[in-house]
Protein backbone atom coordinates (compact mmCIF):
# COMPACT_ATOMS: atom_id res chain seq x y z
CA UNK A 1 0.00 0.00 0.00
CA UNK A 2 1.41 3.32 -0.63
CA UNK A 3 2.19 5.88 1.45
CA UNK A 4 -1.05 7.58 2.63
CA UNK A 5 -3.36 5.07 1.04
CA UNK A 6 -3.69 4.01 4.52
CA UNK A 7 -4.84 7.32 5.96
CA UNK A 8 -7.36 7.93 3.05
CA UNK A 9 -8.46 4.11 3.68
CA UNK A 10 -9.39 5.45 7.50
CA UNK A 11 -10.88 8.46 6.31
CA UNK A 12 -13.39 5.94 3.85
CA UNK A 13 -14.30 4.10 7.51
CA UNK A 14 -14.42 7.32 9.50
CA UNK A 15 -17.14 9.16 7.00
CA UNK A 16 -19.46 5.54 7.84
CA UNK A 17 -19.38 6.52 11.20
CA UNK A 18 -20.67 10.01 10.53
CA UNK A 19 -24.25 10.40 11.38
CA UNK A 20 -25.98 10.13 8.11
CA UNK A 21 -28.93 11.54 7.16
CA UNK A 22 -31.38 9.49 5.47
CA UNK A 23 -29.34 7.30 3.68
CA UNK A 24 -30.26 3.99 2.54
CA UNK A 25 -27.74 1.56 3.28
CA UNK A 26 -25.64 0.78 0.15
CA UNK A 27 -28.02 3.05 -1.94
CA UNK A 28 -27.40 5.91 -4.07
CA UNK A 29 -30.04 8.14 -2.79
CA UNK A 30 -28.96 11.28 -0.68
CA UNK A 31 -32.27 12.53 1.58
CA UNK A 32 -33.00 15.95 0.68
CA UNK A 33 -30.82 16.60 4.58
CA UNK A 34 -27.26 17.77 3.67
CA UNK A 35 -25.18 14.54 4.73
CA UNK A 36 -23.41 12.61 1.34
CA UNK A 37 -24.95 8.91 1.44
CA UNK A 38 -22.32 5.71 2.85
CA UNK A 39 -21.37 4.99 -0.67
CA UNK A 40 -20.67 8.38 -2.11
CA UNK A 41 -18.53 8.70 0.83
CA UNK A 42 -16.77 6.09 -0.42
CA UNK A 43 -16.34 6.10 -3.45
CA UNK A 44 -14.48 9.55 -2.74
CA UNK A 45 -12.69 8.00 -0.77
CA UNK A 46 -11.27 5.43 -3.23
CA UNK A 47 -10.66 7.85 -6.01
CA UNK A 48 -8.34 9.82 -3.57
CA UNK A 49 -6.83 6.61 -2.40
CA UNK A 50 -5.35 6.21 -5.70
CA UNK A 51 -3.68 9.41 -5.79
CA UNK A 52 -0.13 9.02 -6.71
CA UNK A 53 2.06 9.31 -4.30
CA UNK A 54 5.08 11.56 -5.28
CA UNK A 55 7.79 10.57 -2.70
CA UNK A 56 6.89 6.72 -3.25
CA UNK A 57 7.25 6.51 -6.65
CA UNK A 58 10.40 8.31 -6.65
CA UNK A 59 12.03 5.44 -5.22
CA UNK A 60 11.65 3.41 -8.48
CA UNK A 61 12.24 5.78 -11.16
CA UNK A 62 15.72 6.39 -12.67
CA UNK A 63 17.04 10.03 -14.04
CA UNK A 64 15.27 9.67 -17.54
CA UNK A 65 12.11 8.13 -16.44
CA UNK A 66 12.16 11.38 -14.07
CA UNK A 67 9.51 13.67 -16.52
CA UNK A 68 7.21 10.62 -17.65
CA UNK A 69 6.77 10.07 -13.80
CA UNK A 70 5.85 14.04 -13.33
CA UNK A 71 3.54 13.91 -16.17
CA UNK A 72 1.95 11.10 -15.49
CA UNK A 73 1.70 11.81 -11.83
CA UNK A 74 -0.14 15.24 -12.39
CA UNK A 75 -2.82 13.79 -15.04
CA UNK A 76 -3.29 10.94 -12.81
CA UNK A 77 -4.39 13.46 -10.29
CA UNK A 78 -6.25 15.62 -12.08
CA UNK A 79 -8.32 12.94 -13.36
CA UNK A 80 -8.86 11.73 -10.06
CA UNK A 81 -9.97 14.85 -8.70
CA UNK A 82 -12.44 15.59 -12.05
CA UNK A 83 -13.89 12.49 -10.93
CA UNK A 84 -14.66 13.25 -7.67
CA UNK A 85 -15.71 17.01 -8.89
CA UNK A 86 -18.44 15.31 -11.13
CA UNK A 87 -19.85 12.46 -8.47
CA UNK A 88 -19.79 15.47 -6.15
CA UNK A 89 -21.52 18.08 -8.16
CA UNK A 90 -24.59 15.12 -9.42
CA UNK A 91 -25.38 14.29 -5.83
CA UNK A 92 -25.29 17.66 -4.33
CA UNK A 93 -28.63 17.93 -2.32
CA UNK A 94 -30.82 21.84 -2.29
CA UNK A 95 -31.80 22.52 0.77
CA UNK A 96 -33.31 25.66 2.99
CA UNK A 97 -30.35 26.33 5.61
CA UNK A 98 -32.89 26.80 7.81
CA UNK A 99 -34.77 23.86 8.04
CA UNK A 100 -31.86 21.93 9.15
CA UNK A 101 -29.48 23.80 10.83
CA UNK A 102 -29.25 26.09 13.77
CA UNK A 103 -26.92 29.05 12.58
CA UNK A 104 -24.95 29.77 16.25
CA UNK A 105 -22.60 32.27 15.76
CA UNK A 106 -19.94 33.69 12.87
CA UNK A 107 -16.69 32.05 13.22
CA UNK A 108 -14.68 34.07 10.76
CA UNK A 109 -14.88 35.72 7.02
CA UNK A 110 -12.73 36.00 3.67
CA UNK A 111 -12.84 37.35 0.55
CA UNK A 112 -15.08 34.46 -0.73
CA UNK A 113 -17.54 33.98 1.87
CA UNK A 114 -18.24 33.28 5.39
CA UNK A 115 -17.68 30.49 8.33
CA UNK A 116 -20.41 29.97 10.80
CA UNK A 117 -20.81 27.38 13.67
CA UNK A 118 -24.14 25.74 13.39
CA UNK A 119 -26.35 22.83 14.80
CA UNK A 120 -27.68 20.25 12.82
CA UNK A 121 -31.34 20.60 14.00
CA UNK A 122 -31.76 16.24 14.12
CA UNK A 123 -28.46 15.13 14.97
CA UNK A 124 -27.30 17.62 17.65
CA UNK A 125 -23.83 17.54 15.98
CA UNK A 126 -22.16 20.70 15.80
CA UNK A 127 -19.91 21.78 13.00
CA UNK A 128 -18.41 25.27 10.97
CA UNK A 129 -20.31 25.36 7.85
CA UNK A 130 -18.37 27.61 5.08
CA UNK A 131 -20.53 29.73 3.08
CA UNK A 132 -19.37 30.48 -0.50
CA UNK A 133 -21.88 33.24 -2.61
CA UNK A 134 -23.03 32.08 -5.40
CA UNK A 135 -23.17 35.16 -7.13
CA UNK A 136 -19.02 35.15 -6.56
CA UNK A 137 -18.28 31.56 -6.79
CA UNK A 138 -18.06 29.18 -9.48
CA UNK A 139 -19.86 25.86 -8.76
CA UNK A 140 -16.88 24.42 -10.18
CA UNK A 141 -14.38 26.17 -7.87
CA UNK A 142 -16.69 25.13 -5.23
CA UNK A 143 -16.66 21.77 -5.93
CA UNK A 144 -12.75 21.93 -6.23
CA UNK A 145 -12.55 23.63 -3.07
CA UNK A 146 -14.45 20.85 -1.26
CA UNK A 147 -12.97 17.85 -2.97
CA UNK A 148 -9.48 18.79 -2.60
CA UNK A 149 -10.52 19.42 1.04
CA UNK A 150 -11.91 16.12 1.33
CA UNK A 151 -9.26 14.10 0.33
CA UNK A 152 -6.37 16.04 2.12
CA UNK A 153 -8.53 15.89 5.72
CA UNK A 154 -6.78 12.59 6.67
CA UNK A 155 -3.73 14.27 8.19
CA UNK A 156 -3.50 15.52 11.90
CA UNK A 157 -2.75 18.98 11.02
CA UNK A 158 -4.90 19.65 8.06
CA UNK A 159 -8.45 20.67 8.46
CA UNK A 160 -11.11 17.56 8.75
CA UNK A 161 -13.55 17.97 6.40
CA UNK A 162 -16.88 16.32 6.85
CA UNK A 163 -18.95 14.49 4.07
CA UNK A 164 -21.67 17.19 4.21
CA UNK A 165 -21.74 19.59 1.42
CA UNK A 166 -24.92 21.15 -0.07
CA UNK A 167 -26.48 24.38 -1.83
CA UNK A 168 -29.40 26.60 -0.92
CA UNK A 169 -30.72 29.53 -2.82
CA UNK A 170 -27.41 32.11 -2.39
CA UNK A 171 -24.61 29.85 -1.18
CA UNK A 172 -22.29 26.71 -1.79
CA UNK A 173 -21.80 25.38 1.57
CA UNK A 174 -19.82 22.77 2.84
CA UNK A 175 -18.57 21.67 6.70
CA UNK A 176 -15.66 20.82 8.67
CA UNK A 177 -14.81 20.54 12.20
CA UNK A 178 -14.71 23.26 14.59
CA UNK A 179 -11.10 25.80 15.40
CA UNK A 180 -10.86 27.86 18.47
CA UNK A 181 -9.29 30.89 16.23
CA UNK A 182 -6.36 31.27 13.54
CA UNK A 183 -3.02 31.91 14.45
CA UNK A 184 -3.89 35.36 13.24
CA UNK A 185 -5.86 36.01 16.70
CA UNK A 186 -2.46 35.03 18.97
CA UNK A 187 0.31 37.08 17.29
CA UNK A 188 1.30 39.97 19.42
CA UNK A 189 2.00 42.67 17.35
CA UNK A 190 5.58 43.93 16.71
CA UNK A 191 6.47 40.90 19.46
CA UNK A 192 5.65 37.55 17.82
CA UNK A 193 5.83 34.37 19.81
CA UNK A 194 7.56 32.71 21.95
CA UNK A 195 10.48 30.57 20.36
CA UNK A 196 8.56 27.30 21.57
CA UNK A 197 5.97 27.79 20.06
CA UNK A 198 6.99 29.15 16.72
CA UNK A 199 8.64 25.93 16.21
CA UNK A 200 5.79 24.04 17.49
CA UNK A 201 3.94 25.83 14.79
CA UNK A 202 6.88 25.32 12.31
CA UNK A 203 7.32 21.70 12.74
CA UNK A 204 3.20 20.69 12.11
CA UNK A 205 2.83 22.71 9.14
CA UNK A 206 5.70 21.59 7.78
CA UNK A 207 4.12 18.37 7.73
CA UNK A 208 0.87 19.54 6.31
CA UNK A 209 2.61 21.22 3.45
CA UNK A 210 4.96 18.22 2.83
CA UNK A 211 1.28 16.06 2.78
CA UNK A 212 0.24 18.00 -0.03
CA UNK A 213 3.25 18.25 -1.81
CA UNK A 214 3.64 14.88 -1.91
CA UNK A 215 0.27 14.52 -3.61
CA UNK A 216 1.28 17.35 -6.30
CA UNK A 217 -1.26 20.36 -4.77
CA UNK A 218 0.13 23.44 -3.96
CA UNK A 219 -2.08 25.30 -1.31
CA UNK A 220 -0.88 28.86 -2.59
CA UNK A 221 -2.69 31.04 0.54
CA UNK A 222 -0.26 29.39 3.59
CA UNK A 223 -1.05 32.74 5.51
CA UNK A 224 -1.82 33.70 9.38
CA UNK A 225 -5.61 33.94 9.03
CA UNK A 226 -5.35 30.17 7.19
CA UNK A 227 -3.72 28.49 10.22
CA UNK A 228 -6.49 27.59 12.32
CA UNK A 229 -5.54 26.64 16.04
CA UNK A 230 -7.00 24.70 18.65
CA UNK A 231 -5.36 25.36 22.02
CA UNK A 232 -3.61 28.80 22.54
CA UNK A 233 -0.23 27.09 23.16
CA UNK A 234 -0.48 25.78 19.37
CA UNK A 235 -0.39 22.21 20.39
CA UNK A 236 -2.78 21.45 17.88
CA UNK A 237 -3.21 23.66 14.55
CA UNK A 238 -4.41 22.96 11.44
CA UNK A 239 -4.01 24.12 7.87
CA UNK A 240 -6.92 25.02 6.42
CA UNK A 241 -8.84 26.78 3.18
CA UNK A 242 -8.08 25.42 -0.08
CA UNK A 243 -9.80 28.07 -1.80
CA UNK A 244 -6.55 28.61 -4.32
CA UNK A 245 -5.48 25.46 -4.03
CA UNK A 246 -4.33 23.37 -7.76
CA UNK A 247 -2.25 20.52 -8.67
CA UNK A 248 1.53 21.42 -9.74
CA UNK A 249 2.31 22.97 -13.71
CA UNK A 250 -1.11 24.66 -13.56
CA UNK A 251 -1.01 28.14 -14.09
CA UNK A 252 -1.33 30.89 -12.51
CA UNK A 253 -1.92 34.61 -13.57
CA UNK A 254 0.36 38.14 -11.11
CA UNK A 255 -1.09 38.42 -7.96
CA UNK A 256 -3.48 35.96 -6.95
CA UNK A 257 -3.21 35.42 -3.22
CA UNK A 258 -1.98 37.72 -0.46
CA UNK A 259 1.18 39.76 -1.32
CA UNK A 260 3.24 39.81 1.48
CA UNK A 261 3.67 36.12 1.38
CA UNK A 262 3.65 36.26 -2.67
CA UNK A 263 7.64 34.90 -3.61
CA UNK A 264 9.74 37.12 -5.98
CA UNK A 265 8.95 35.04 -9.32
CA UNK A 266 5.41 35.82 -8.66
CA UNK A 267 5.67 39.71 -7.75
CA UNK A 268 7.84 39.70 -10.73
CA UNK A 269 5.19 38.43 -13.03
CA UNK A 270 4.26 40.49 -15.96
CA UNK A 271 0.74 41.33 -16.30
CA UNK A 272 -0.17 38.87 -19.47
CA UNK A 273 2.39 36.51 -18.29
CA UNK A 274 2.07 33.21 -16.23
CA UNK A 275 3.78 31.38 -13.62
CA UNK A 276 4.02 27.14 -13.24
CA UNK A 277 2.44 26.38 -9.80
CA UNK A 278 4.96 24.75 -7.67
CA UNK A 279 5.30 23.89 -4.20
CA UNK A 280 8.36 26.25 -4.17
CA UNK A 281 5.82 29.24 -3.99
CA UNK A 282 3.96 27.52 -0.53
CA UNK A 283 7.76 27.44 0.42
CA UNK A 284 8.62 30.69 0.66
CA UNK A 285 5.36 31.85 2.34
CA UNK A 286 5.63 29.27 4.89
CA UNK A 287 9.10 30.91 5.42
CA UNK A 288 7.71 34.50 5.64
CA UNK A 289 4.88 33.05 7.66
CA UNK A 290 7.79 32.07 10.21
CA UNK A 291 9.48 35.48 10.32
CA UNK A 292 5.89 36.92 10.68
CA UNK A 293 5.25 34.65 13.74
CA UNK A 294 8.21 35.13 15.27
CA UNK A 295 8.11 38.48 15.00
CA UNK A 296 5.07 39.61 14.96
CA UNK A 297 5.32 41.52 11.68
CA UNK A 298 6.57 40.65 7.95
CA UNK A 299 9.90 41.08 6.58
CA UNK A 300 8.92 43.40 3.42
CA UNK A 301 5.99 44.49 1.83
CA UNK A 302 6.22 43.15 -1.57
CA UNK A 303 9.14 40.81 -3.03
CA UNK A 304 10.45 43.52 -5.77
CA UNK A 305 13.48 45.17 -5.61
CA UNK A 306 11.82 49.00 -5.26
CA UNK A 307 10.66 47.26 -1.65
CA UNK A 308 13.78 48.79 0.31
CA UNK A 309 13.43 45.73 3.02
CA UNK A 310 13.34 43.51 0.50
CA UNK A 311 16.00 44.84 -1.83
CA UNK A 312 18.53 45.00 1.75
CA UNK A 313 17.72 40.97 1.91
CA UNK A 314 18.62 40.40 -1.97
CA UNK A 315 22.02 42.31 -1.16
CA UNK A 316 22.90 39.78 1.89
CA UNK A 317 21.73 36.93 -0.26
CA UNK A 318 23.65 37.89 -3.36
CA UNK A 319 26.95 38.60 -1.53
CA UNK A 320 26.50 36.52 0.89
CA UNK A 321 28.57 38.69 2.93
CA UNK A 322 26.73 38.34 6.97
CA UNK A 323 28.06 41.82 6.97
CA UNK A 324 25.27 43.08 4.63
CA UNK A 325 22.67 41.17 7.30
CA UNK A 326 19.48 43.77 7.83
CA UNK A 327 18.31 44.65 10.98
CA UNK A 328 15.61 43.04 11.35
CA UNK A 329 17.27 39.78 10.61
CA UNK A 330 19.61 39.97 13.80
CA UNK A 331 17.71 39.23 15.71
CA UNK A 332 17.71 35.61 14.89
CA UNK A 333 20.82 32.91 15.49
CA UNK A 334 22.69 31.39 12.73
CA UNK A 335 21.35 28.60 12.38
CA UNK A 336 17.50 30.06 12.28
CA UNK A 337 19.13 32.18 9.63
CA UNK A 338 20.25 29.22 7.74
CA UNK A 339 16.66 27.80 7.95
CA UNK A 340 15.29 31.16 6.64
CA UNK A 341 17.88 31.51 3.87
CA UNK A 342 16.77 28.16 2.58
CA UNK A 343 13.18 28.46 2.91
CA UNK A 344 13.62 32.12 0.91
CA UNK A 345 16.15 31.06 -1.49
CA UNK A 346 15.71 33.68 -4.24
CA UNK A 347 16.05 31.50 -6.98
CA UNK A 348 12.61 29.13 -6.48
CA UNK A 349 14.86 25.93 -7.95
CA UNK A 350 16.77 25.95 -4.46
CA UNK A 351 14.49 26.37 -2.24
CA UNK A 352 13.98 23.41 0.86
CA UNK A 353 11.04 20.93 0.95
CA UNK A 354 8.92 22.02 3.78
CA UNK A 355 10.08 19.17 6.45
CA UNK A 356 13.47 20.45 6.37
CA UNK A 357 12.70 22.47 9.24
CA UNK A 358 12.60 20.07 11.09
CA UNK A 359 16.67 19.83 11.25
CA UNK A 360 16.55 23.10 13.35
CA UNK A 361 14.29 22.16 15.77
CA UNK A 362 16.30 21.62 18.63
CA UNK A 363 18.37 25.14 17.88
CA UNK A 364 17.41 28.39 19.11
CA UNK A 365 16.16 30.63 16.43
CA UNK A 366 15.74 33.96 18.44
CA UNK A 367 18.31 35.26 20.14
CA UNK A 368 16.77 36.35 22.84
CA UNK A 369 15.34 33.28 23.46
CA UNK A 370 19.15 32.46 24.07
CA UNK A 371 19.60 35.12 26.70
CA UNK A 372 16.27 33.41 27.66
CA UNK A 373 17.93 29.83 28.37
CA UNK A 374 20.80 31.15 29.66
CA UNK A 375 19.08 33.16 32.63
CA UNK A 376 17.23 30.15 32.62
CA UNK A 377 20.04 27.94 33.50
CA UNK A 378 21.80 30.77 35.82
CA UNK A 379 18.87 30.94 38.26
N1 LIG B 1 -13.29 25.31 10.75
C1 LIG B 1 -13.20 26.53 11.28
N2 LIG B 1 -13.32 26.72 12.62
C2 LIG B 1 -13.22 27.96 13.16
N3 LIG B 1 -12.98 29.08 12.43
C3 LIG B 1 -12.84 28.96 11.09
C4 LIG B 1 -12.94 27.68 10.45
N4 LIG B 1 -12.73 27.87 9.13
C5 LIG B 1 -12.51 29.18 8.96
N5 LIG B 1 -12.58 29.85 10.12
C6 LIG B 1 -12.40 31.31 10.32
O1 LIG B 1 -12.95 31.98 9.20
C7 LIG B 1 -11.94 32.72 8.50
C8 LIG B 1 -12.21 32.69 7.00
O2 LIG B 1 -12.21 31.35 6.56
P1 LIG B 1 -11.63 30.93 5.16
O3 LIG B 1 -10.19 31.33 5.08
O4 LIG B 1 -11.91 29.49 4.93
O5 LIG B 1 -12.49 31.85 4.18
P2 LIG B 1 -12.11 32.46 2.77
O6 LIG B 1 -13.27 33.26 2.30
O7 LIG B 1 -11.66 31.35 1.88
O8 LIG B 1 -10.89 33.40 3.14
P3 LIG B 1 -9.73 34.00 2.23
O9 LIG B 1 -10.01 35.46 2.12
O10 LIG B 1 -8.47 33.70 3.01
O11 LIG B 1 -9.74 33.28 0.94
C9 LIG B 1 -10.60 32.08 8.92
O12 LIG B 1 -9.53 33.00 8.85
C10 LIG B 1 -10.90 31.65 10.36
O13 LIG B 1 -10.71 32.73 11.25
Redesign the pocket.
Known amino acids: MEAGTADFAREAESSQTFPLAGATAGGNEVSPGSHLDVQMSMQLSVLACRSVDKTNLSKYKTPSQDQNIDEMDENENEEILKGMMNLMSRRMPYIKLKDQYNVLKR???????S?VLAEHKLQGKVM?L?LMKKKTTKKENFLMEYCVSLCLSSHPNI?KTLPVAFETDRYFLFA????I??L?SIIVPQDGLPDIIVKRCAMQLAEALDFMHSKALVHR?V?L??I?IFDQDCHHIKL??F?LTRLEGFHISPLKGTVPYSPPELCTLEETDTLELDSSLDIWAFGILLFCISTGYFPWETAICQDSDYEKFVVWQTTGNYQKIPSEWKQFTWRALDMFQKLLAINAMTRSPAIEVQKYLSDPWKINSLKDNSNLQDN
Open positions: LGSGTYGVAKIQEQAGDHDKDNLADG
